[in-house]
């Protein structure tokens, strides 16, 4: 069973920065394209962003800049760097990766930005 654990959320206020950390259990960390997702309130969930195993990244435009996605296999965890944060940031965040044609998504871990 794959588990993915968030956390790093918080309330900042507009301009700063939060690290979000993931770790992942149950899967070979290294070979799998990780995703960062958030939901804001009653909004859907959007992709945010993600890293491939080669650590090839890609963002949505609103965030383009100012976040960052990167991963440290040996320690099976995927971070998301926000940084210039702004109140439209305001979500839960979600990690999710796909695994032998599964999906899974961690719990979340709400981030509030005020301005």
């Known amino acids: 069973q794959v588990y993915l654990v968030e956390s790093g959320g918080g309330t900042v206020h507009a301009g700063g920065s939060l690290k979000l950390s993931c770790r992942a259990s149950g899967l070979n960390f290294g070979i799998a394209a990780m995703n960062w997702y958030r939901q804001p309130p009653g909004n859907q969930r959007e992709l945010v962003g993600s890293?491939?195993?080669?650590?090839?990244?890609n963002y949505t435009d609103s965030v383009k800049g100012r976040f960052t996605i990167s991963r440290d296999n040996a320690r099976m965890t995927v971070y998301l760097q926000m940084n210039n944060l702004k109140p439209e940031d305001t979500a839960v965040y979600y990690c999710?990766?796909?695994?032998?044609?599964?999906?899974?998504w961690g719990k979340g871990t709400l981030v509030t930005v005020s301005s």
């Open positions: 999710k990766t796909r695994w032998k044609n599964r999906d899974f």
């Open positions: 890293i491939l195993s080669s650590g090839f990244t």
